[in-house]
């Protein structure tokens, strides 16, 4: 069984529309997790969920808008999307938050390919 | 804020040689974490480390955490192609995050 899924696996669109990610997680955790990573393959966190609460928004245009439905569920809806958006979205969980001194490790779904184009 | 530096960014080898990688952080870590990456795929937990000093192996990998908690390395010994990817340290923050590191990808010609 897949611990954590994305779907899609590929979204290719043009520039303006508007486009969702989902991400389930079945390991019981009680975070989660959006990531961007640009083609530099710098690993950004974007927002963090625990418990279906928002924790973290890293300064991310509010053009992006993560809901969790639940706590197995993250997603990402984008609207108007730019052509600087372009990039590997990652889904991760963790049993918890990311405390100074977790030890709590990251498991991350399979990626959503995003091109705008 | 909180940084995570890797170096080198790119390392080309033969396979049979051996590798290394630097994780250098801003602030001293409670633990460190190494993530693998492989090409197309997503960043899977290799391994994490508590103890200043502390040094773990994994088959041909060792994992060394300094002893003020500032710094870590990998250590790839004898590559080979399947150790091809982008290796990521992470660390624990206040904020409530796990920082990662700028990763270090690895190549590896037969």
């Known amino acids: 069984d897949t611990a954590v899924s994305q779907t899609p696996k590929y979204l290719v669109t043009q520039m303006g529309n508007d486009k969702s990610i989902k991400c389930e997680q079945n390991?019981?955790?009680?975070?989660m997790y959006w990531y961007k990573q640009d083609s530099k393959k710098f690993l950004k966190i974007m927002f963090s969920?625990?418990?279906?609460?928002?924790?973290i928004n890293e300064t991310v245009p509010n053009r992006f808008s993560p809901k969790s439905p639940d706590k197995a569920h993250l997603n990402l809806h984008i609207n108007s999307l730019e052509l600087g958006d372009s990039a590997v979205y990652f889904c991760?969980?963790?049993?918890?938050?990311?405390?100074?001194?977790?030890?709590?490790?990251?498991?991350f779904g399979p990626g959503t390919r995003l091109t705008v184009l | 804020g909180q940084q995570v530096m890797q170096i080198p960014q790119y390392q080309h080898v033969q396979e049979g040689e051996d590798f290394t990688t630097y994780c250098n952080s801003s602030?001293?870590?409670?633990?460190i974490q190494w993530y693998k990456q492989r090409p197309g795929g997503h960043p899977v937990f290799l391994i994490q480390?508590?103890?200043?000093?502390e040094v773990k192996k994994q088959k041909r990998l060792t994992f060394q955490f300094g002893e003020a908690k500032k710094n870590s390395s990998l250590h790839i010994t004898a590559t080979q192609t399947t150790d091809v990817g982008t290796y990521f340290c992470?660390?624990?923050?206040?904020?409530?995050?796990?920082?990662f590191g700028t990763g270090t990808r690895l190549q590896v010609f037969p």
């Open positions: 390991l019981g955790h009680d975070t």
């Open positions: 602030t001293t870590l409670s633990n």
């Open positions: 969920y625990n418990n279906k609460e928002l924790i």
């Open positions: 991760a969980s963790s049993r918890r938050l990311a405390g100074v001194s977790s030890t709590d490790t990251q498991y």
């Open positions: 480390l508590v103890k200043s000093g």
């Open positions: 992470a660390g624990p923050s206040s904020s409530d995050k796990l920082i």
